[in-house]
Every structure is written in C-alpha cells, then in structure tokens.
C-alpha cells in the first residue's frame, strides 16, 4: 500500500491570499488526484494531476482558482488562489499504485483542513 | 457523468445486529466500486472494494454484493461493533481510476 502525506495539515487564511499544498507519496504511483470535502459533506474530485503536464479539471473547477503540479511520479501540489470564505474546506490528495496486486485501490492522504477568514 | 446514490444518509444500529447500506450508480461504464470508512477528523480508509466482473466479496464481517443490471452495490456490515460506528461511503470508477462518491452514510453501533 501507498503511504501518502499532505503539508500543511490546516491553516487559517485570510482571504485574498494563496496557499500551496503539497503531496508526497512513499511509493511511486500512476495516477494523484485532488479531492475537496466541505465540513460534513461527501468527497468531489477537483482534478487528476498528471505528471510532467496539465492536470485535468472536473467540471466546476480551473486551473487558475486550483492550479496543480506533478513534477514526479511521487510528489505534487494544489494551490488554492486568490482564496475566499466558500474555499474552506478539506483537501486531500490520493494515489494509485497500479500494481499487478493493487491495479485499482486509492489511498488517501489525512487532508489539509483550510479555514478563509 | 457518472452519479453515485446513497442510502441511508444515517443508520442506528444495536451492538451485534447487521448493517446494509445501499448505492446506485449510473453509468454503465463504471467497473470499480469501493467502500470507504472514514471516523472524524481522519482519512477516508479502503474497507472493501468489488470490481464489476465479480458479483460478491467477503472479507471477515464485510460484504459486498453489486448488480450490474440493475446498476446497484450494498455494504453490508454483520455483528456490528461499536467501532464500526463512521461515516462511510461508497463510489464508483467510471474510467480512469476516477473516483465519483455518493452522499454517504452515518452509522452509529449502540452498546
């Protein structure tokens, strides 16, 4: 199994402002992806993170409110820009180790907790 | 696009009953469905999974079962325990290992 860190864990921003969230991956993994989870809701995906190039946006999110990189098989951020009260929310990054074993499981990492004052 | 539909969005059950959560999805492309806990604050953790070419899985007091043709999967959890007692949620994979999430559910094991 992949074993998969976010930095930071939360943080309280003031609007107006930018923050950089980063992922790193134990193992190398095909696929990252970011998701979003507001406080009590379900997880939506916001993009796929594709390593050396764009990544590609679910409707209802762009690359210049989220913009993404992977510059690696086991690293990758999303910064949330110019940032506004309805960006609070969890963020969390996921991999997938496509493995013969573990072609399809997706692993987690514990979410960055960001508050827009 | 793909959409994920869950139920029930809460679930009380007694200490050592069953609990069966259900989910719809529909596109037919979908082959992946897996099932995630997640208890507050933390990650969501992989519980089970089931991929469209199978019809049941089991793994201890955790079963799965999914119908391709009528495009449903359930969750069905036996003797619960009170730490089974999360939020959990179901999804399905329509291409690309993307994953669409349903609602999910709120389950709470009373003692």
């Known amino acids: 199994s992949a074993v998969i860190s976010q930095k930071p864990s939360r943080d309280i921003c003031q609007r107006g402002t930018s923050l950089t969230i980063q992922c790193q991956v134990d193992?190398?993994?095909?696929?990252m992806f970011w998701y979003r989870q507001q406080p009590g809701q379900s997880l939506t995906l916001i993009a796929t993170?594709?390593?050396?190039?764009?990544?590609?946006?679910e409707s209802g999110f762009v690359i210049d409110k989220f913009p993404i990189s992977r510059p690696n098989l086991t690293f990758s951020t999303l910064t949330v820009s110019n940032m506004s009260p309805e960006d609070s929310s969890i963020y969390l990054c996921?991999?997938?180790?496509?493995?013969?074993?573990?072609?399809?499981?997706?692993?987690f990492g514990p979410g960055t907790r960001l508050t827009v004052l | 696009g793909e959409n994920v539909e869950q139920h029930p969005s809460t679930l009380s059950v007694q200490e050592g009953d069953s609990a069966v959560i259900k989910c719809t999805y529909s596109?037919?492309?979908?082959?992946?469905f897996p099932w995630y806990k997640q208890e507050l604050g933390k990650r969501p953790q992989l519980i089970i999974d089931?991929?469209?070419?199978?019809g049941e899985k089991k793994d201890q007091r955790i079963a799965v079962t999914l119908n391709k043709t009528a495009k449903h999967f359930s969750l069905h959890i036996t003797e619960t325990q009170p730490e089974d007692s999360a939020v959990y949620f179901c999804?399905?994979?329509?291409?690309?290992?993307?994953?669409?999430f349903g609602a999910g559910t709120i389950l709470r094991v009373k003692s």
């Open positions: 999804a399905a994979s329509p291409y690309g290992n993307k994953l669409v």
């Open positions: 089931i991929r469209s070419n199978v």
């Open positions: 193992s190398q993994v095909t696929m």
């Open positions: 596109d037919s492309a979908s082959n992946y």
């Open positions: 996921s991999g997938v180790s496509g493995s013969p074993v573990d072609p399809d499981t997706q692993y």
């Open positions: 993170a594709n390593q050396g190039s764009e990544a590609t946006y």
